[in-house]
C-alpha cells in the first residue's frame, strides 16, 4: 500500500522558519521526481518545487525562491521543505507528491500538512 | 490570475455530459502534455488524466481529456452527483516552472 504523510506544519510568526517532511513507502521513492504543492485557504494549487531523483535538479515558483529549499533522502524515502522568512501569504495547506517525467504532479499525494504565518 | 485560463465554474445534470477547458500558450500546453486533477471537498487531490488524455488505473472511462493547440479539455460523461469537485489542468511552462489553471468547481444539480 502506497502512503505518503506529510509533517512539521504549525503556527509560526513573519520571518520564521519551518521544516516540512514528507515519509514515503509502497512505492520505489527514489524512482520519482518529487514536489510540493501548496493550496491557501479557499484557493486554488500552486506548485512550490520539484527535485529531481537523485536531488541534482531543483526547481522553485518565483514566489519561494531563495527563501524555500526542497531536498530528499532516498536512504529514507523522504523529501523535505526547508521553509524561511515566512510571510502571511505562504499560509497554506502544503501537498508531497510524486512528479511525472514532465514536472507536474503525479499519482502518489499526501494528506498535507497545515502551515499558518501570523503573529 | 493563473497563466492557464480555466472557467470558474461548471454544472450538469446527472447523466449530462461537461467539458471543462483549460486554455495557455505555445511555452506550456502547446508544448507539454496536460495532466488533470480532482479535488473533492476538503481533501487532497487526485491524479484523474495524465500526459493529455491517459487515464490512471482506476479511473472510470467516462473521465477523458484532449489537446488541440494550446488548449485542453476534460470531459465527463454520464455525469454523477459524487463528480461534485473541483477540477484543476496543469502543465510544465518552458520557463521552468509548473502551472497550475485556477481550477473549476464543478456543481451537479
Redesign the interface.
Known amino acids: 500500500e502506497v502512503q505518503v504523510v506529510e509533517s512539521g506544519g504549525g503556527l509560526v510568526q513573519p520571518g520564521g522558519s519551518l521544516r516540512l517532511s514528507c515519509a514515503t513507502s509502497g512505492f520505489t521513492f527514489s524512482s520519482y521526481w518529487m514536489c510540493w504543492v501548496r493550496q491557501a485557504p479557499g484557493k486554488g494549487l500552486e506548485w512550490v518545487a520539484n527535485i529531481k531523483q537523485g536531488g541534482t535538479e531543483k526547481y522553485y515558483a518565483a514566489s519561494v525562491k531563495g527563501r524555500f529549499t526542497i531536498s530528499r533522502d532516498n536512504a529514507k524515502n523522504s523529501l523535505y521543505l526547508q521553509m524561511n522568512s515566512l510571510r502571511a501569504e505562504d499560509t497554506a495547506v502544503y501537498y508531497c507528491s510524486t512528479s511525472d517525467r514532465w514536472g507536474t504532479p503525479s499519482q502518489y499525494w499526501g494528506q498535507g500538512t497545515l502551515v499558518t504565518v501570523s503573529s | 490570475q493563473?497563466v492557464l485560463i480555466q472557467p470558474p465554474s461548471a454544472s450538469g445534470t446527472p447523466g449530462q455530459r461537461v467539458t471543462i477547458s483549460c486554455s495557455g500558450s505555445s511555452s506550456n500546453v502547446g508544448h507539454?502534455?496536460v495532466?488533470w486533477?480532482q479535488?473533492l471537498p476538503g481533501?487532497?487531490?487526485?491524479?484523474l488524466i495524465?500526459?493529455n488524455n491517459e487515464r490512471?488505473s482506476g479511473v472510470p472511462e467516462r473521465f477523458s481529456a484532449s489537446k488541440s493547440g494550446t488548449s485542453a479539455s476534460l470531459a465527463i460523461s454520464g455525469l454523477q452527483s459524487e463528480d461534485e469537485a473541483?477540477y484543476?489542468c496543469?502543465?510544465?511552462d518552458d520557463t521552468?516552472?509548473?502551472?497550475?489553471?485556477?481550477?473549476t468547481k464543478l456543481t451537479v444539480l
Do not use: I, R
Not at chain 2, 481533501?43 to 491524479?47: S, V
Open positions: 493563473s507539454n502534455p495532466n486533477y479535488q481533501t487532497a487531490p487526485k491524479l495524465s500526459n490512471p473541483d484543476y496543469a502543465v510544465w521552468l516552472n509548473v502551472l497550475f489553471g485556477g481550477g
